[in-house]
């Protein structure tokens, strides 16, 4: 390798590409001293031979494993949401121009960073996206077999029960309306729903298992409205939470607090901003809203509070409360060691 590291770099600013990584040297006066380009094979071996160093790199595929890899290098690797690194991109677009971006936005004081996931959070993550997609195919396969049954002057309910129930009750009906060719080729698109319906049960029961195997999320299934799904999510995507300087910093993270668009002295707040990762937040509000339903408010500290908020305002912006109010919870569980929810002592914030 004919590059050396520089001595004098303070920051390093990393294009991540599949293949060629540019990457950009910051002395500590924020000048850049060299500029240098890599292969996946090379650029690790250029950052052994540096001191420890601070290090920046966009987050993108690829960026999780390269922060671990310098981190157990001794280096301060940290990943930046790629939208907070494009205020700092000058002039005409680049790799090396990004680089230089990078560099400089990792040395703010007030930047803003990802944080790094272990093997761990990602296989357990992943686990949630091959769910997800799975229960997506699944909902777009059914709405498929409504519309072709609606053809042919056959509704039917919603929902899976509905579905399950209706379309088996029309195919066994020779009296209506529905052609052979259709009869089997709904046949079919049953069948791929039974294989999709196994495979999303099996990693149901995958994520429950790990749900009660680990420590942190047994004591997140503590908390009203977060079930196996919810807790092992959170975890997945928060880690142990200590990135968050208190509660509320989570639940903004996860786009649960109103955006706010105020100027000349005046406070406007909109609806919740919907910031960070929906999935999770998805299944927080749909854990607020079984909660809302089914808590035992009258010997339940959380459902005195829920049934003071149900008065004052509309049920769906307390449902999205409670998911904020669930979030803060979960926060103090994460970032205290052997924490449970005591429902009778008020939940904490």
Not at 82 to 93: D, E, G, I, M, R
Not at 124 to 139: E, G, S
Not at 202 to 209: G, P, Q, V, W
Not at 276 to 283: D, F, I, K, P, S
């Amino acid at each position: 390798m004919r590059t050396k590291p520089n001595p004098k770099a303070a920051a390093y600013g990393i294009d991540i590409g599949k293949k060629v990584f540019h990457v950009v040297a910051m002395d500590a006066g924020g000048q850049p001293i060299q500029r240098a380009k890599f292969s996946r094979e090379t650029l690790l071996r250029f950052f052994e031979a540096a001191n420890p160093v601070l290090i920046g790199m966009e987050a993108c595929a690829g960026s999780q494993w390269l922060a671990r890899k310098l981190i157990a290098l001794g280096h301060d690797a940290r990943i930046i949401p790629a939208k907070f690194v494009k205020a700092y991109v000058k002039s005409n677009k680049s790799d090396s121009i990004d680089a230089e971006a990078i560099a400089e936005a990792v040395t703010r004081p007030t930047m803003r960073f990802v944080q790094v996931r272990s093997d761990d959070q990602v296989d357990l993550q992943a686990l949630h996206r091959i769910r997800d997609r799975l229960v997506r195919n699944r909902t777009g396969l059914m709405n498929q077999a409504r519309a072709f049954c609606i053809e042919y002057g056959l509704a039917m309910r919603t929902g899976a029960g509905g579905f399950h129930s209706d379309i088996r009750r029309h195919l066994g009906n020779e009296e209506n309306d529905l052609s052979g060719a259709m009869r089997t080729l709904l046949t079919s698109l049953l069948d791929d729903l039974d294989q999709l319906e196994r495979r999303i049960a099996e990693l149901s029961k995958e994520i429950e298992a790990i749900a009660h195997s680990d420590e942190t999320i047994k004591r997140l299934l503590t908390i009203p409205g977060i079930g196996p799904l919810g807790a092992t999510a959170l975890v997945a995507a928060a880690g142990d939470g200590k990135q968050f300087k208190k509660a509320r910093d989570m639940a903004a993270w996860l786009g649960l607090v109103p955006a706010e668009h105020s100027s000349g002295g005046k406070q406007n707040l909109l609806g919740i901003s919907k910031r960070g990762n929906g999935y999770v937040r998805r299944l927080l509000i749909h854990g607020a809203r079984s909660c809302f339903l089914h808590l035992h408010r009258e010997t339940h500290a959380l459902g005195r509070w829920l049934s003071a908020l149900e008065d004052r305002t509309h049920r769906n912006k307390a449902v999205v409360a409670l998911a904020n109010k669930l979030t803060r919870i979960a926060w103090a569980i994460l970032t205290k060691p052997g924490e449970n929810y005591l429902r009778t002592k008020g939940a904490a914030a």
